[in-house]
Structures are given as structure tokens and as C-alpha cells.
């Protein structure tokens, strides 16, 4: 598969691998258009199928994980046209039907849409140069993927509202304070350290990666009564599993365990 908007790789030394996209529109600081946005999707669905991927990296340049939604291409829709061509929601979703981990490697401007695909990713690993942000009131328009949803659940009501009605930007060490990353690194590190999070993640049993990530997001929907009765019943599925009978015996060996993911 060839692409024009991304570079995919796989990297990794394990028996599963890490799948790495790299968003590639440099002259636009990484403007999410839809041809983008399909290419992404494309990989990624393509990484989820693949047995011999553990999770998958996404990251940009180290000046923009990615500006926004590409701003010439949405400037002459009219409601019409946007309603009927889905505009947005088509081909944005994709990411959420991943069931393999994604982590965001964000360095630089992760603004509007690039904000929001960040936080559609399962964690977010920030260099110190990273900067988040919601400044589509800007442009006249609202967040359309999930930023009014998905802000506040990250760092609370107070200040959701302020990044997205005074469209300022948050640094790193602000957004790890308020709970939108999962830690700040060197930008020199940054890759570094997410694909070493991935390779710590690819050597774990992948049906216990899979129900952790499913389970998580459960969380953020189902009420809480809901959510401990749905993982108590995936926690007794796991002991019919190979690779809990690897893990505990291995720990009881006093050795690596070799899981099979099965
Ligand atoms: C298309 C973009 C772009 C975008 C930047 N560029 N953002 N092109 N869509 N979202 C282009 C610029 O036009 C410019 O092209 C080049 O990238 C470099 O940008 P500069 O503005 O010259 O760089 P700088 O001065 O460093 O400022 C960086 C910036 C600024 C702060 C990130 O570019 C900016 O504010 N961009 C817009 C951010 C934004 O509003 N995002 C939300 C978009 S709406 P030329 O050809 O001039 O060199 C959105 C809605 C989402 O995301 C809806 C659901 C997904």
C-alpha cells in the first residue's frame, strides 16, 4: 500500500512489533485533510489486523503533530454540503474501531482536529515542545471530533471551557499537570520513549492488552456498577486463557513468561 499523506513503518525487536505512522504533510504543519484522514484510517486498520502488531505508534513532525483540520478545503462547504458529505465524521471515527493500543507521540502544535485525534489515541506522550489547543472559535466554527467531549473528561469543566472559549494554547507542562498527557519528555527523546512504551506493551499477553483498553473506555461510558460487572466477567474469561497460566507460572519459575497471546 502506497501513501501519499503518511509514512508507515514497523519497528521493534520482540516476536510483535510496533506499527508507526508518521503524519507527513510538512508544509502544512500536518493539516489533517481527508485524504489524510483515509490514509490513516487505512493504516491503522491495517496495523489492527496484523498479528504480528503489538500497538501502534502515532506521531508528526517535531514542529506539528498536526494544526487542525486542513482550513482551505473546509473553507467553502456550506451546511448542506458538509451534512451530506459527512464532513468530518466519515473517516475520523476510523481510529475508534482500532483495538490495539495507539499512543500519540505529540510534539509542537496539536491544535483543533490534531488535538482532537490525540485524544482519540489511548495515552499521550508529549515532548517538552508540545502544544495543545481548541481554536476553532477562531475561525468562526466549533470543535467537530469530540473536542467540547473529550476535553472536559481529560482536565475537568474549569478548564476545557477556558481552552476552548479563549482559544489559548496549553503547554506541556500544563496539559501533564491537568491530566491530557500521560508524561513530558525531551523533545530529542520523545520517540525514544514512546516506542519503548510500545515495546513494553508488545511483550504482554495481547488479549489482556485488548480488554484493558476496551475496559477503560467502558469507563468513560457505562455507569460504574456496569463497568466493574463487565471486567469482573472478562477477569474470569482471561483464566481460560494460555497465557494466564504462562504469566503465573513464570512468575512462580522465577523467569520471563513467553506469552502466545492466546
Ligand atoms: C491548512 C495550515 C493549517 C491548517 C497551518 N497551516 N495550519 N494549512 N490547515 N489547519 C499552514 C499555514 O497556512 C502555512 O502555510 C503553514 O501551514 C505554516 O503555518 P504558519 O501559520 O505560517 O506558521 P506559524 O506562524 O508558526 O503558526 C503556526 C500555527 C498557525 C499557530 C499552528 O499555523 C495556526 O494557527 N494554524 C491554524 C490552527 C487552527 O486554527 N486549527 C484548527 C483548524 S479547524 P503557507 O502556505 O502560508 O506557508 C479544525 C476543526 C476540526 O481543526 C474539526 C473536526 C476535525
Not at 502515532?58 to 506539528?64: C, K, P, V
Not at 525531551?186 to 515495546?199: H, R, V, Y
Not at 481460560?240 to 513467553?258: H, N, V, Y
Request: with cysteine; proline share 4%; hydrophobic share 45%.
Amino acid at each position: 500500500m502506497s501513501y501519499e499523506c503518511i509514512l508507515v513503518e514497523t519497528r521493534g525487536e520482540g516476536s510483535r512489533k510496533t506499527g508507526l505512522i508518521t503524519l507527513n504533510r510538512p508544509k502544512q504543519l500536518n493539516a489533517l485533510s481527508d485524504q489524510l484522514m483515509d490514509e490513516l484510517g487505512q493504516a491503522l486498520l491495517a496495523f489492527d489486523a496484523d498479528d504480528g502488531i503489538g500497538c501502534i505508534v502515532l506521531t508528526g513532525s517535531e514542529r506539528a503533530f498536526a494544526a487542525g483540520a486542513d482550513i482551505p478545503t473546509m473553507l467553502p462547504h456550506t451546511f448542506m454540503s458538509a451534512f451530506k458529505s459527512g464532513l468530518i465524521s466519515k473517516n475520523w471515527e476510523t481510529i475508534l474501531q482500532v483495538r490495539k493500543p495507539v499512543i500519540a507521540a505529540v510534539a509542537g502544535f496539536a491544535l483543533g482536529g490534531g488535538c482532537e485525534l490525540a485524544m482519540m489515541c489511548d495515552f499521550i506522550i508529549a515532548a517538552d515542545t508540545a502544544k495543545f489547543g481548541q481554536p476553532e472559535i477562531k475561525l468562526g466554527i466549533i470543535p467537530g471530533a469530540g473536542g467540547t467531549q473529550r476535553l472536559p473528561r481529560a482536565v475537568g469543566k474549569s478548564k476545557a471551557m477556558d481552552m476552548l472559549l479563549t482559544a489559548r494554547m496549553m503547554d506541556a507542562a500544563e496539559a501533564e499537570r491537568a491530566g491530557q498527557v500521560s508524561r513530558v519528555v525531551p523533545a530529542d527523546q520523545l520517540m525514544t520513549e514512546a516506542l519503548a512504551a510500545a515495546e513494553t506493551i508488545n511483550g504482554f499477553s495481547g488479549p489482556s492488552v485488548m480488554l484493558i483498553k476496551e475496559l477503560v473506555n467502558l469507563a468513560y461510558q457505562a455507569p460504574l456498577s456496569e463497568g466493574v460487572g463487565v471486567e469482573r466477567r472478562y477477569f474470569h474469561a482471561l483464566f481460560g486463557s494460555e497465557d494466564q497460566r504462562e504469566g503465573m507460572g513464570a512468575f512462580l519459575e522465577k523467569r520471563a513468561p513467553a506469552f502466545k497471546h492466546s
